[in-house]
């Protein structure tokens, strides 16, 4: 594998991706060179605690429909929003107690809550949703990156309807990307939870890293998924 002068090396994700190993990059570098891709309307694969994740500059419709075509993901299915701190996420959702009770129990950490669509989060990344996912993962890592490039617009790293991608299987099967964050494998090896805390009472829609009861024992009875 080709190393450029900055010691990062070409990927087998495509002739134009980059991969940044952690294992010989500072993380300031790491975030910095991720930072500059995304500005430029690049897309990036980066590490979270559950999965490595796919994501863009949320106003980027370009990055955006591009992340739509590499995963080959259905055009209706949103992409949530990547934080680097629990605060920051809650100031996407004002005045949501539900949120933010959550937000203090669970975050950072592999928990994704479903609120109302702020103004300020473009329609395109929603798929015309009413509703956005946040996410405040709790990687060192990722939240460097995220403390230099904003907010990312993200899903999952892998094909629609394949498995997620854990970083302990071969990278060729990734989609396509500008940069890759090789961080190893992710410390839990699976997906984040989904409550969904748009409405008055909370409501699991995916079940992944915390279960039903621990939520409950937090923001009491819930429907969805279980």
């Known amino acids: 594998m080709r190393c450029d002068r900055h010691g990062a090396a070409r990927s087998p994700l495509g002739a134009a991706a980059l991969r940044l190993e952690s294992s010989k990059l500072e993380p300031d570098e790491i975030a910095r060179q991720v930072a500059a891709f995304v500005a430029r309307d690049g897309i990036a694969i980066v590490p ?128 396509e990307a500008d940069v890759f964050v090789d961080d190893g494998p992710t410390p839990l090896g699976a997906e984040s939870t989904i409550v969904d805390v748009s409405g008055r009472r909370p409501r699991i829609v995916r079940e992944g890293a915390i279960g039903r009861a621990m939520l409950e024992a937090v923001l009491g009875p819930m429907g969805g998924a279980g």
Do not use: M
């Not at 609120?115 to 405040?136: C, D, E, N």
């Open 48 to 175: 979270t605690d559950t999965v490595y994740g796919i994501g863009c500059a949320p106003a980027s419709e370009a990055a955006v429909e591009r992340i739509f075509a590499v995963k080959r993901r259905p055009l209706a299915k949103p992409l949530s929003l990547h934080f680097g701190s629990a605060g920051e996420l809650l100031s996407y959702a004002p005045g949501n107690e539900l949120a933010a009770h959550a937000a203090a129990h669970f975050l950072p950490g592999p928990l994704t809550l479903i609120v109302a669509r702020p103004p300020s989060v473009a329609a395109f990344v929603t798929r015309g949703l009413a509703t956005v996912g946040l996410r405040a993962p709790a990687h060192a890592l990722l939240q460097a990156i995220l403390s230099r490039s904003g907010p990312l617009a993200a899903t999952s790293a892998n094909r629609s309807g394949e498995a997620a991608f854990t970083g302990s299987g071969p990278v060729t099967e990734l989609p």
